[in-house]
């Protein structure tokens, strides 16, 4: 999809959703306005957050040495910003916008300080952005780096004009996928004609428990051709909208592109035919109970003895879909709550208790004359 109508479907998505998800990465269309060069022995101070006339977002530059490991420490001063920071390779041109390749950055939304580590394979600028999440009116930070060097100016040198790579998803649409599934993205890659270099193929944006490939990562110069991103879901991702960054990388000449991952869940159900039965044993023998619940899968399992609603009492063993109990010698009530990524559902009480009861495989025989 476009770079402005993914910034669109954020924003509405960051409205909506609870705090904790609202990006503190700056959207492709955010303007890159530098506040000047970072020098490892000056920390730089400055005020971010979403109150006029203050922005969420600071920008600084400086340069990458190749192996050399950088690190960035910011510090909350003052108000209640939770401050973040992520490095961007190379400098934006003078009046643009967010689009360079990202490096990395920090995800913090509880503490008043975050450090990023970070060690470069390339020798060149860096931009550098200071961020805080939508809602967190305005706050004064501290922010220090070593590791990399200071430049004398920001946005200086953007690298050559024009576009040499180009990095597209011939299937342009928004992606949907449920907990536990994989998807595949094709991706098409073009340079110029004789581009001289490799190019590196990288995607962001997705959280931990996402796992995101590119086959092939790269692409011998002149670096084009196709590859296939392929993202699995955990069992446990949350339900959300996920930006998805991929970059194309070739010498000096970056791509970008994205598209939004829509991570569906509907939280389990147990209907009438779902629920466990009451069971009737023999005394000494043993009852199985079973749960069928519809909803987005996998599901987890937990079985409890007692009333449903009262967790005091969790059984060993009790984790999958079925439960066999231990020999029955008295009334005895079970339940069994069921999970998934988004929520849960309690079972009714199941009551087995001991009684003449009649094997399941034994069929009475009709007496004739």
């Known amino acids: 999809m476009r770079l402005g ?25 955010e303007l890159v306005e530098y506040d000047g060069s970072l020098a490892p022995s000056a920390p730089a101070t400055g005020v971010i957050g979403f109150s006029d006339p203050v922005d969420g977002y600071d ?23 939770f401050p973040n920071v992520g490095l961007m390779r190379g400098l934006a041109d003078p009046g643009g ?59 200086a040198n953007a690298g050559p004009t024009g576009p040499q790579i180009s990095l597209t ?4 649409d928004d992606h949907s996928i449920g907990n536990d599934q994989t998807i595949t993205v094709p991706l098409t890659i073009n340079t110029v004609s ?60 970056t791509a970008v592109t994205s598209f939004v991952l ?5 939280p389990p159900q147990l209907l009438g035919t779902g629920q466990p039965i009451d069971r009737v044993v023999n005394r000494n023998n043993v009852a199985i109970l079973e749960v069928t619940p519809v909803g987005t899968g996998p599901f987890s399992y937990q079985w ?39 929520g849960s559902v309690d079972s009714r009480t199941v009551n087995v208790t001991v009684g003449n009861a009649i094997p399941t495989d034994v069929t009475p025989h009709r007496r004739t004359h």
């Open 194 to 253: 004789a581009f001289p270099n490799d190019v590196f193929l990288n995607v962001a944006g997705l959280p931990d428990d996402v796992k995101a490939t590119i086959t092939p990562s790269s692409l011998t110069a002149p670096g084009r051709g196709t590859a296939t991103l392929t993202i699995k879901t955990s069992a446990s991702t949350l339900p959300n909208p996920y930006p998805v960054y991929l970059t194309a990388v070739g010498g000096d000449q």
């Open 5 to 29: 109508r993914l910034a669109a479907v954020l924003l509405s998505a960051l409205v909506a959703a609870p705090m904790a998800f609202a990006t503190h990465i700056p959207g492709s269309s």
């Open 304 to 342: 409890y003895s007692g009333y449903s609603g009262s967790t005091l009492f969790p059984l060993s063993g009790g984790t999958g879909r079925s439960f066999t109990t231990g020999p029955i010698t008295d009334a005895t009530s079970y339940w069994v709550r069921v999970s998934n990524a988004c």
């Open 262 to 266: 829509n991570v569906t869940c509907d």
């Open 169 to 172: 998803i011939p299937d342009v």
């Open 59 to 81: 920008w600084y530059c400086f340069d990458a040495v190749n192996g050399q490991a950088i690190k960035v420490t910011i510090s909350r001063t003052t108000g209640d910003i």
């Open 97 to 155: 916008t967010a689009t360079l390749e990202i490096l990395g950055d920090t995800s913090n939304s509880t503490e008043t300080s975050t450090t990023f580590s970070f060690t470069p394979t390339f020798d060149g600028p860096v931009t550098l952005w200071v961020s805080t999440f939508l809602g967190e009116a305005q706050g004064g930070y501290t922010l220090s780096m070593t590791g990399g060097a200071a430049r004398a100016t920001c946005g």
